[in-house]
Each structure stands twice: as C-alpha cells, then as structure tokens.
C-alpha cells in the first residue's frame, strides 16, 4: 500500500486534478514527532497538500507550506521536493483538544487564526512567496482561498486524517481540483454536486479506495482521464555535516563558551527529530574551523 499522488485531467483539460494517499508518510511523522491526535491531523493534512502539490515540481526544487496561528498547535511547517519526497514538523506536538460536535477533530481551534504562506523555490534569485489569511485553520479551506487569492485558480481542496484509537494514522489522503479558463457555469454546477455527494477522504482512504478511485468519483461525468502515478515517501535531508555548519555559524565566542559551560553540544532536526552529538574533540575541531 505504498503513498502516491495520481495526477489527471477531465472535461477536455477543462479541470486538472490530483488525489493522493499519504498514510505511511503521515503516521511515520507521527511516530517520529510523537504527536497528539488533533496535531496528528492538522500536520498530515499540510504533509499531503505538499505532497500533492510537489507533482509539479523539477528537478532541486522545492514548496514549503507554513501555517501560523494563534491557537495551541503554533506553527505547522510542511516540506515537499520533486520526487515526492516530503518532511514537516509542528511547533506543538503534543496538542489534543475536544473533538467538534460532529465527531470530528477541531484542528480549526488547534490552529486558531493566523497565517497560510506558500513559498515555492524554483531555483530561482528569490523563491515564489504567497501569504493569505486562514480562512477556518482547517488547512482544506485555507488552500482553496489561496490558490483564488493568490494564483486566480478556482480549486477544491479535501485533506483528511483518520487517527486510530492507538493514535496512529490510520488513513490519510487528498484531492485537488482546480478549474481552467473556459470553464463553464455547467461545468461549475456538476462538479459542486459531486463534491457535496463524496465522503470524507479519509473515510474512503480506510475503505481501500486508491487515489484513482477517488478522483473517478468527484470527477463523475467529467470524462477524466488518469495520467501517471507520482511515489510519496517521508525523506529528511539532514546531515552531521549541516548541522557542523550551524555550530559552526554561531562564531568563535558562542562555541566557546558551549565548551566551557557545557563541554558537549546535542543538536535535533525539526524535521526528523534526528538528534546528533558533538563531544569536547567535535567542538575543539569545529573551533579552529571558525573563521577569525
């Protein structure tokens, strides 16, 4: 059951669409970050919009969501590359609040109001920087009211995490939908009858519908047609050697008072919660790496 993004077209090119499932990735940020519930969801719902969105991406080039409230869950960060590798981390993980009155989690109130900022480096002088506000804080929405404000495309945007009573992820996946020029009224009326007649993603994630599946649904009477599968898969790219850089960084009179004070350095990844260990010979060697 490997995570993938399916991308396709419908109505002659009129709609461009993308689904994914992202169990595997979602619950192995979980595992690795320990993350409550309702931050579980609110992390795996960005993890799979920027997985999604990663399909377009060349080659080194990357798109990084940021969300930032002021509810209790802080800022979410979400990473993808081209190749669907995708990585991200929440400011407060162990974040857990009363499910809405209809069961689901309140990841709206986790997140608060705030922020939605879309950079996209593509290799560029200066990456692509787009911020609109949060519409509801349930990430869905607030890419939807992005892609209008910010790149004028008409979208529907479905994300969904379904935690098990173990806390693990138990499904996760998405779709997005966006409407091209020439789109028209009918068009318009036929997919928002589609959209308001699915279930939730998750709900068919865990049913064992695959992304293709998926979008044959929303997309009904559309004439969709399936293009390639894209592979999804939680990948950090830290190293010792960029973490070196960053001790190194903080210059000649940081490092040595971290020698003196504490003789040893210990220094975690946002992303993978990797943790790595410079000793009293690590930190004397990067010491004469500083430059003077």
Do not use: W
Not at 234 to 250: H, K, N, V
């Amino acid at each position: 059951m490997q995570d993938y993004v399916v991308r396709s077209t419908a109505a002659g090119g009129l709609i461009r669409a993308m689904a994914a499932r992202t169990t595997l990735l979602v619950d192995e940020v979980r595992r690795r970050h320990h993350t409550y519930p309702t931050a579980t969801a609110a992390l795996g719902r960005a993890l799979t919009a920027a997985a999604i969105m990663s399909v377009d991406l060349g080659e080194n080039h990357t798109i990084t969501i940021r969300v930032l409230g002021d509810g209790p869950l802080g800022g979410i960060v979400a990473v993808a590359e081209a190749g669907g590798r995708v990585r991200g981390y929440v400011q407060e993980p162990a974040t857990h609040l009363p499910p809405r009155p209809d069961g689901k989690l309140d990841v709206g109130a986790a997140v608060g109001k705030g922020t939605l900022t879309i950079a996209k480096d593509l290799g560029l002088k200066e990456p692509y920087t787009g911020t609109v506000p949060l519409v509801s804080g349930e990430i869905a929405e607030d890419l939807t009211s992005y892609f209008y404000i910010s790149e004028q495309i008409p979208s529907v945007v479905s994300l969904g995490v379904l935690v098990d009573v173990d806390n693990s992820a138990r499904a996760a996946g998405g779709y997005f939908l966006q409407l091209m020029p020439g789109a028209g009224n009918q068009l318009v009326d036929l997919l928002e009858r589609n959209v308001q007649e699915m279930p939730a993603v998750s709900s068919l994630v865990d049913q064992g519908r695959e992304p293709e599946e998926i979008l044959e649904m929303v997309l009904s009477g559309t004439g969709v047609k399936l293009y390639q599968r894209f592979p999804v898969s939680f990948t950090c790219t830290c190293t010792r050697e960029r973490l070196e850089r960053a001790l190194i960084s903080l210059g000649k009179d940081e490092l040595e008072s971290i020698l003196v004070e504490q003789g040893e350095a210990e220094l975690s990844c946002h992303f993978c919660s990797q943790v790595y260990h410079f000793g009293e010979k690590d930190l004397r060697r990067l010491l004469s790496q500083v430059k003077r």
